[in-house]
């Protein structure tokens, strides 16, 4: 029930782009993302309700397909304020069913 | 906005002893969930409450743990007995119908 996330971590230097993704065995109502940063509490970047839709959030931006029942998180010319772990949670209910999260993807922006 | 209030932010017990978190949501938030993360289990969720009504507590490991939110502007989260593999942080989250969560500061419980 829990969601793969992919890459487990990755390393970027500045200015370059990042994606990460999530799949699910279930189908999938919508998806959350979510970042944290070390020693902090998770913080909600965007939330996708439509299959096919795209969301974005400065230079962060998001798509799911709800056929393939994936997601994917896009850092576009990554900042190093983006270095964190990133969560995806999918809901599969149509309310709020409570999220079962990934493992997480470990992003370092190195200078 | 105040945001999601956890009391106490550390807490270090011994085994045996009797723990209470505890957490003030977001005014006008309908949801409330409790997690656990570890390095191990990564984000686990505990249980959760739909207008203070307990919807899912499927997630809480033992009967050593219980939840109970009185009213819309608190709920807690207790371990009785408290053992070493309870260590974790804790994160209460509130959310206005399923959307967006937004995530207490945590509380870092230690089981010796």
């Known amino acids: 029930q829990q969601p793969v996330q992919s890459p487990q971590a990755v390393i970027l230097r500045e200015g370059e782009d990042a994606v990460i993704n999530c799949s699910s065995s279930k189908a999938l109502y919508s998806v959350h993302w979510y970042r944290q940063k070390h020693g902090e509490a998770p913080v909600f970047l965007m939330i996708?309700?439509?299959?096919?839709e795209q969301k974005g959030h400065d230079k962060i931006s998001a798509s799911f397909n709800e056929k393939k029942q994936q997601s994917s998180l896009y850092l576009t010319a990554s900042q190093l304020s983006y270095s964190g772990t990133y969560f995806c949670g999918p809901a599969l209910g149509g309310g709020a069913d409570g999220l079962t999260f990934g493992k997480g993807t470990h992003l370092i922006i190195q200078p | 906005d105040a945001g999601v209030i956890q009391s106490p932010r550390h807490e270090v017990t011994e085994m045996g002893q009797e723990v209470t978190l505890r957490c003030k949501p977001i005014?006008?938030?309908?949801?409330l969930f409790w997690y656990r993360q570890t390095m191990m289990r990564g984000l686990e969720l505990l249980i959760y409450?739909?207008?203070?009504?307990?919807?899912?507590d499927s997630g809480m490991p033992e009967d050593r743990f219980s939840a109970k939110m009185p009213n819309a502007s608190f709920s807690t989260l207790k371990i009785q007995p408290s053992e070493p593999r309870d260590s974790a942080v804790y994160f209460c989250?509130?959310?206005?119908?399923?959307?967006?969560?937004?995530f207490g500061s945590g509380t870092r419980l230690t089981v010796v």
């Open positions: 989250a509130s959310s206005r119908s399923g959307y967006g969560y937004t």
């Open positions: 996708l309700l439509k299959g096919g």
């Open positions: 409450f739909n207008n203070n009504v307990p919807i899912d």
């Open positions: 005014s006008g938030h309908d949801y």
